[in-house]
């Protein structure tokens, strides 16, 4: 397969992984709110300007309002962090490799943007538009990934495009956790972060029937990190990014990119066999976000040499 072929995939895998999750972290929080104390209660930070943080913001964020913060996550394409801009990313990538993609595929990707993007009317207006855009942007992905397997041959263009998503869902997972349950187990606002992660990733009916401590940092944690049976676990991530490696590359027992994953899926599941139950699991996140971050770097050295750096998306935050 032609590199730049690779690189669209690759890329366009992570720019829909980046919407559908920023989209349900959106979604997360909003539903958050009006069950519990808002970012200025005592119980849950996870808030508006937690994920503005968690997709790269600065400081001067800090000062934004639930209206700017939410917008901004949203429709404001300006952003390169939004969610319409990675939508828009998506469709230009999809665009290139229409030839790889089906057409249905590429049809509801274009509709997709075609339809944030507005048309004049005042669908996406505030103060409900930003969040009905999110809710619209995650049966968009999940009509969209299900064309994807179900309409792509199982090849190293499929393998390609499932390999973006992988990284990017661990690298955003990895991200929320750190952003939601910063270290220091004194404090109380963890435990009240801990539900409102769950319920930011998708994650808090899989969490009940696979654990039975209640929803508090720690199992939440763990249960993120290390649950294999949970697909967007950061776990389950590595090992699918393993396997899409390991079947787009011609000479998977030479390549860097498919040894260091198993490298951090081996790191991982020894981590959840001999930490104890309260062990600290910051710096373990902080440890496999940089991993990922060489991990994407292997992947651009090896499988899209001589691209320009500026052609290459979006760098990983650590």
């Known amino acids: 397969m032609l590199a730049r072929i690779a690189h669209e995939l690759y890329w366009l ?20 709110e009006l ?11 996870l808030g508006w300007t937690g994920l503005v943080a968690m997709l790269g913001g600065s400081s001067a964020d800090e000062r934004l309002g639930r209206g700017a913060a939410l917008a901004r996550l949203t429709l404001d394409a300006d952003r390169p962090d939004s969610m319409l ?11 290139t490799v229409r030839d790889v993609i089906s057409a249905e595929m590429w049809e509801a990707i274009n509709t997709t943007t075609l339809t944030l ?3 004049g009317s005042a669908r996406w207006s505030a103060p409900a538009g930003p969040y009905l855009a999110s809710q619209y942007v995650k049966q968009r992905m999940a009509l969209i990934w299900g064309i994807a397997d179900r309409a792509m041959l199982r090849d190293e263009a499929k393998s390609f495009l499932d390999a973006g998503s992988f990284i990017e869902v661990a690298d955003m997972m990895l991200r929320l956790l750190r952003i939601a349950l910063p270290s220091g187990e004194e404090d109380p606002r963890r435990d009240g972060n801990a539900l409102a992660l769950l319920q930011a990733v998708g994650g808090f009916h899989a969490y009940l029937r696979a654990v039975t401590a209640p929803p508090n940092a720690q199992p939440v944690a763990r249960f993120l990190i290390f649950e294999r049976a949970y697909p967007d676990s950061v776990a389950a991530c ?15 027992r030479d390549s860097q990119p498919v040894l260091r994953v198993s490298r ?12 104890p139950a309260g062990a600290e699991l910051i710096g373990i996140c902080e440890r496999a976000q940089q991993e990922l971050a ?6 651009a050295d090896r499988y899209f040499a001589g691209m320009a750096a500026g052609e290459r998306g979006i760098a990983m935050v650590v």
């Open 117 to 119: 993007r507005g048309d």
């Open 85 to 95: 801009a990675s939508v828009e990313r998506a469709r230009e990538g999809a665009r």
């Open 294 to 299: 060489a991990v994407d770097q292997d992947v």
């Open 264 to 275: 951090l899926a081996a790191d991982l599941d020894f981590q959840r066999r001999v930490l």
């Open 238 to 252: 590595v090992d699918s990014l393993h396997d899409a490696f390991t079947a787009a590359d011609a000479s998977p």
């Open 35 to 45: 069950q519990g104390p808002s970012d200025s209660g005592p119980g849950v930070t």
């Open 13 to 32: 895998g992570r720019n829909l992984a980046r919407a559908e999750f920023t989209a349900r972290s959106v979604d997360g929080v909003f539903r958050t």
